[in-house]
């Protein structure tokens, strides 16, 4: 079953491990973990439901293009990453 | 060419040097490339002090360091570049004094202002290797996008928290992706909290800023390999690296201006 995980920044909303997802896309994985953790969506994705910008999806370490990644299909073995830029300096 | 004939290398310089030389993927040729290289080296806080200090030790020819801030007691716990007697001072200022400290041979030039548009285009133009130590994300665009212009190397990182991220876009070369390609400039949306409002350990913007002054001494001396396309972040509370993998946005209009 594919997993999902969320980087640190984002753990004050979203579960603090990784967790398993019963689910064939990055969008329905988040689905999933927004039905727990409500508000995170507004950290993840625009009012359009898209990808926010400085938000970024990885699965199985590699960056899907932003227009493909919330609805591509995912193998069972996905590892989804979700992270932010960050700009502290 | 043995060392004794290198006009560029007094007895001093050579054995200041002597522990790059000895290392085979430095070497007499690539020390010269170092000491020949102009860095420009935006924000001097946190990464930017370890990035300055590095490169100034490792005997960069000329680094232009830009910042408009001025030394708070707040910085002190992590940017040591900066020292209590300079509380007040303006942190270039403060910066170029601990760079003459560390190697008086480098040539330092020191902008106490915010650089955007025109002036950066210049200054990035003139420099072989940019350092984005910069504490926000208009910066970062603008830096990346003057990058991208001019097809020069960017190294960047970012540190909040005990959260790190690094990695180096090489626009001298079209397969790079840019900046833009990993985040796309949201006009000003992002937030990802300032040090101001939730902290940032301090070994960690060494931490970074030490990798980040390591991959710019790669880049100009031609050692290994750049973490080119691929964003290295680092979670200090478990001291746990990832490595992740992006490419370049055949969509991304940053990248549409490369020559």
Same mark, same amino acid.
């Given at each position: ?89 | ?22 290392? #085979? ?53 992590? %940017? ?40 950066? %285009? ?42 790190? %991220? ?83 946005? #055949? ?9």
């Amino acid at each position: 079953m594919p997993t999902i995980a969320f980087t640190h920044h984002l753990q004050r909303h979203a579960p603090a491990h990784t967790v398993a997802v019963d689910a064939n896309s990055v969008a329905a994985a988040l689905n999933l973990v927004f039905a727990a953790y409500p508000a995170l969506r507004g950290y993840v994705m625009d009012e359009h439901s898209h990808l926010r910008r400085h938000v970024a999806v990885f699965v199985n370490g590699a960056m899907l293009r932003r227009g493909d990644v919330l609805s591509n299909p995912i193998p069972p073995d996905a590892e989804i990453y979700v992270m932010q830029a960050l700009s502290g300096g | 060419m043995s060392v004794c004939e290198l006009p560029d290398f007094s007895d001093e310089s050579l054995l200041r040097y002597s522990r790059h030389i000895l290392l #085979p993927e430095v070497g007499i040729e690539g020390q010269q490339a170092i000491g020949a290289a102009h860095v420009l080296v935006v924000g001097m806080g946190g990464l930017g002090s370890p990035v300055a200090m590095y490169l100034a030790a490792a005997g960069v020819g000329r680094m232009t360091i830009c910042d408009d801030d001025t030394v708070e007691l707040t910085n002190l716990q992590r %940017q040591i570049a900066h020292h209590q007697a300079d509380l007040g001072r303006l942190k270039v200022e403060s910066a170029a004094a601990e760079i003459a400290r560390l190697n008086p041979e480098v040539q330092v030039e020191a902008l106490a202002r915010r650089v955007s548009d025109e002036p950066l %285009q210049a200054l990035v133009a003139a420099a072989d290797v940019v350092v984005d130590c910069c504490d926000n994300f208009p910066t970062r665009h603008a830096l990346n996008a003057a990058c991208a212009r001019m097809a020069k190397p960017l190294v960047s990182g970012a540190a909040v928290r005990f959260d790190g %991220q690094l990695s180096v876009f090489d626009l001298r070369h079209a397969e790079s992706p840019c900046y833009h390609c990993l985040f796309p400039d949201d006009g000003g949306e992002a937030n990802d909290g300032p040090c101001a409002t939730f902290g940032v350990f301090a070994p960690l913007v060494g931490i970074i800023g030490s990798m980040q002054a390591a991959e710019a001494l790669k880049l100009l001396a031609g050692i290994g390999e750049s973490p080119v396309g691929r964003l290295l972040t680092l979670d200090a509370r478990s001291m746990q690296w990832r490595s992740l993998k992006f490419k370049r946005d #055949p969509d991304c209009p940053v990248c549409l201006q490369r020559p």
